[in-house]
């Protein structure tokens, strides 16, 4: 039984934050981490995976790890950017925007896994990158 969703949710889950928006928008941790936040209650996955979602707004909770860790891996891939300063360990709870413009064919697989119903025995092991270049 897994313990936290599959990083393809939560990495689809903060690039939604950007869906409405222009590339230049700066939009800050808090703004991302409630978008996630509201999906989560919203759709099921806090009774899915409530190790994970328990605590959220705690520093150290498993959600919180979780969250910085996917915010990272998105910086690296380099589909978001930290803006306003060079990207360091203290950016992370800054500010971001998107790396990258991304067409209208990226974003129709970006709201279809955005819209996909939760299940506990989903496991891709496949990053958004990967979808993204197909």
Not at 112 to 131: A, F, R
């Amino acid at each position: 039984m897994l313990i936290l969703p599959d990083s393809l949710f939560i990495d689809t889950a903060i690039l939604m934050s950007w869906r409405n928006s222009q590339k230049d928008t700066i939009v800050s941790r808090s703004l991302i981490k409630l978008t996630l936040i509201n999906k989560i209650n919203n759709e099921g996955y806090a009774e899915l995976y409530p190790e994970w979602s328990r605590n959220m707004h705690l520093s150290q909770s498993l959600f919180e790890v979780t969250f910085d860790s996917r915010l990272r891996k998105l910086v690296k891939f380099d589909l978001l950017s930290p803006a306003g300063r060079s990207y360091t360990r203290r950016s992370i709870y800054g500010k971001y925007k998107l790396g990258k413009e991304f067409t209208l064919d990226e974003w129709k697989i970006i709201e279809d896994l955005y819209s996909t119903i939760p299940n506990k025995w989903v496991k891709t092991d496949i990053d958004i990158l990967c979808l993204l270049e197909k």
